[in-house]
Structures are given as C-alpha cells and as structure tokens.
C-alpha cells in the first residue's frame, strides 16, 4: 500500500476550495448581456506518482436564481501531473455566461468509493483507465474517492465576475502534497480532499527558481519548496480535516533539469499565486525547512518572481 507520508501534503488561499453541501450569498445579474467564461486546472505535483487521472463530468455556476449546469460530453481526463507550474489544461474554454457575480462554481468529477478507477489503464503516459484514479511509480493503481464527490463535486466556494461582453479566465489549482490521504480503513482506495485554490489568471504571477545540488540530492530527501503567506513561519502540514491557515498555500516538486551546457540542475516552479507577499522555504521532508525562517518573495501580477536555494 502507498506510504502515507509520501501523499500525505497548499492551505487556504485567497479562493480556496472546500468540499461543501451548500453555500450562501446573493449575486448581481445585468439583465440579457452575457459573457465568455474559461476554466483550467493545475497541479502542485506529489512525489512517487506517475499519474493523477481526474476525469470532469460537469460545471455548475451559481449566480442570480437557479444554478447553470455545463454538462462535459465527453467528459474530461486530465493527468494533472502533465499540468505543474504555470501550465494548466483546458476544460472549459469560451463558453458563453449570463454576465454578472457568482457565488460558486461546482466540478462535477467521477470518483466513488469503491469503484473501479484505474481499470482498464495500458500504464503509459496517458489516462486511459475508468473514472479517478492514481498511478503510483511501482505500477500500482488505486481508485480516487471523493468523499460526497458523487454527490456534491467539488464547490470551489469563491465568487467571481463574468463581465459583460468580456472573459473571464480561472485556473483551479490542486496541490496533490496535501490532498492525497491514505486514511485506515479505506484500502484499496485512496481519499482526494481537494486543495484547490480559485485563481483568476489576471491576477497571478509565477514563482521559480534553482535548488543546490547538495539541498537536492541529500540522502532520503524528497525534494519540495513550499510557500507560505506573508509572516508564517514554515512548518509541516496539517493533516487534520480542517484546513490550518498556517499550511501552506502551494507547494511544489523539485525536479533535475539539464542545462545548455550538459550540467544538471534542480529547478521548481509554482504557478497561479495570487499577487502579494509570500515567505519561501526549501524541503525534505515535509517538516524541516531551509532556511527555517523562511524567504521573502513579492509575486507582482503576470510576472515572475525568482527565489534561489543556492549557497550564498
């Protein structure tokens, strides 16, 4: 069975995402005037996986009076490990809105206790498996259960504008490090209880940079940085039901890259933060951090921003 530890990983951001029953508000409608609305997603990656399959049934908006579904046929599935960084596949794309404010947006997903998620997968780099699923590095496939998924889907809980005669473009952004449980009783399925930040592209910018090799390659180590709202102090995830504030917003891999001159390097990337200010820290393990302070990083609106882990 998969090790805990290693799935078990960015808390509650501006436009966190929340498994809900329901939510309250009210929004503003314009009358007939409508608008387009795009929507990707994205993924902070998780270590000794190959693939996380999600496969997208359905959108449902909520704004003034009854809810819009948008049914996906067919639907749509997505490796969200071919999608980190600042890349993010398109699941929706231009498709046209009465404009106005809405309370939620709800991802209808495929992903039941006890079904057969995986079955049917060739192993390749592609999601060619039944409904939700995970491919770990050994071979090994689980089926991904959402608890109330079935019912409920994931309500991303923040509101949003489409504007009249104009786009709006959103990036749901997962963090997997998080998100992934592998709680007792449940074998052989593996529990998603999503992360997922609500980000409007117009207001996120990119954070990267470089790792030294003798951060990177130290014995045991998980490669990771995480990034934490402005004055926290880095510490390790909170494992609990309730998101901490003091989690993290994102997290990201470490991965070797190989430079124009043949050298190898170890670079990481997050993607779709929203602009402010963020203190950064390097880790192995999940717990212990470098430096233990933190670093400050200033993510500006469709700019990036580089913070490097290399000796000074």
Known sequence: MINSKTLTIRGLVAAAIILLSGCGGSGSSTGDATGMISLGVSDGPI?????????????????????????????????????????????????ELPAGDYQWMRLGIDAVQGSNGGAGDTGGIDCDGDASYIGMSDGAVYNLYVPSGANTGLKLVSGFTVPVNGSANFT??????????????????????????????????????????????????????????????????????????????????????????????????????????????FTCDSSEFEPAEGRGATISANETTIIDFLPQ
């Open 172 to 281: 749901a952004e997962f963090d997997l490090m998080k998100s992934v449980k592998t709680p007792p009783g449940l074998d052989p399925d593996v529990v998603l209880r999503p992360t997922i930040r609500l980000v409007n592209n117009i207001d996120a910018g990119t954070l990267t940079g470089q790792v030294s090799s003798d951060l990177a390659t130290a014995e045991a180590c998980a490669p990771s940085v995480f990034v934490f709202d402005d004055g926290v102090t880095p510490n390790a995830i909170d494992d609990g039901e309730v998101s901490d504030p003091n989690d993290p917003v994102a997290t990201a891999m470490v991965n070797e890259q190989t430079n124009s001159d043949g050298q190898v390097e170890y670079h990481y990337t997050v993607g779709f933060l929203l602009a402010g200010d963020y203190e950064v820290a």
């Open 47 to 95: 270590h000794d996986a190959d693939k996380v399959c999600i496969t997208f049934d359905e959108i449902e908006f909520k704004g003034e009076g009854p809810s819009t579904v948008v049914s996906l046929d067919p639907a749509e599935k997505v490796n969200l490990l071919n999608f980190q960084g600042k890349n993010a596949a398109p699941i929706l794309m231009n498709h």
